[in-house]
């Protein structure tokens, strides 16, 4: 069965601190899909990135950046010099592909809050 | 503008009164698929559909009941609430399934009293 582990619960830093959140994934699929989400204070989800099983390029954009490791079974997010602005719950998730290459279930971590202090 | 909406944003209700959260897109989506969101165990899946008339149970189906007569939109049911199911859903969608993203609408804050 599919699981996906955000081992810290909370992390708080200071403006302009990197921080990395971390994220682990269980799945017995070669071919699976991996996200970030971002939830802010107002509670709406944001889409971050996606990540298919075949892709371990790291991806960045702007302080972003994500570093996929299927050696390891993790998808990690980094933000670079962080911001008030990315206070928020972060939630890492997985979807295995089904027979037909789709994939029906979506399986969060239970997120990790992130606060930034000024 | 692209989205998906979903009525009521609140609501407070009492055991076993019968109730329906709305949920709509209109971006064509294929999929839909409703969570809830609870403190300390992140989003759960309820129910998804990967198509009209074509659903099926996620991981914490008890107590719910969906129906996808419309491509846009997907109702979440609760034909007897109880307080465990106070919680927080969000109903969402995406294009197809294989990996896209989802999108989510802005949630539904439930409480059963």
């Known amino acids: 069965a599919q699981k996906v582990t955000q081992a810290q619960t909370e992390i708080s830093v200071v403006e302009k601190e990197d921080v990395t959140l971390d994220c682990v994934y269980e799945?017995?699929?070669?071919?699976?899909?991996l996200f970030w989400y971002k939830q802010p204070p107002s509670g709406e989800l944001v889409f971050l990135i996606r990540?298919?099983?075949?892709?371990?390029q790291n991806e960045i954009s702007g302080r972003y950046s994500w570093n996929f490791q299927k050696s390891t079974s993790s998808f990690n997010f980094t933000i670079t010099a962080s911001q008030v602005v990315d206070s928020a719950v972060y939630f890492c998730?997985?979807?295995?592909?089904?027979?037909?290459?789709?994939?029906?279930?979506?399986?969060f971590g239970k997120g990790t809050k992130l606060t930034v202090n000024p | 503008e692209a989205q998906v909406t979903q009525n009521p944003r609140y609501l407070i209700t009492v055991t076993g009164k019968k109730l329906t959260v709305t949920c709509s897109q209109n971006?064509?989506?294929?999929?839909m698929s409703w969570y809830r969101q609870d403190p300390g165990l992140g989003l759960r899946q309820i129910y998804y559909?990967?198509?009209?008339?074509?659903?099926d149970k996620g991981d914490v189906p008890e107590g719910y009941k969906v129906s996808r007569k419309e491509k846009r939109n997907f109702p979440l049911i609760l034909e007897s609430p109880s307080p465990n199911q106070t919680s927080l859903y969000f109903c969402?969608?995406?294009?197809?399934?294989?990996?896209?993203?989802?999108?989510f609408g802005p949630g539904t804050r439930l409480t059963v009293t």
């Open positions: 969402a969608s995406s294009p197809w399934t294989g990996g896209y993203e989802q999108y």
């Open positions: 799945t017995r699929d070669t071919t699976y899909y």
């Open positions: 990540r298919n099983s075949f892709d371990e």
């Open positions: 998730a997985l979807s295995e592909a089904n027979a037909q290459g789709g994939s029906e279930k979506l399986v």
């Open positions: 971006m064509n989506h294929e999929y």
């Open positions: 559909s990967m198509n009209v008339e074509v659903t």
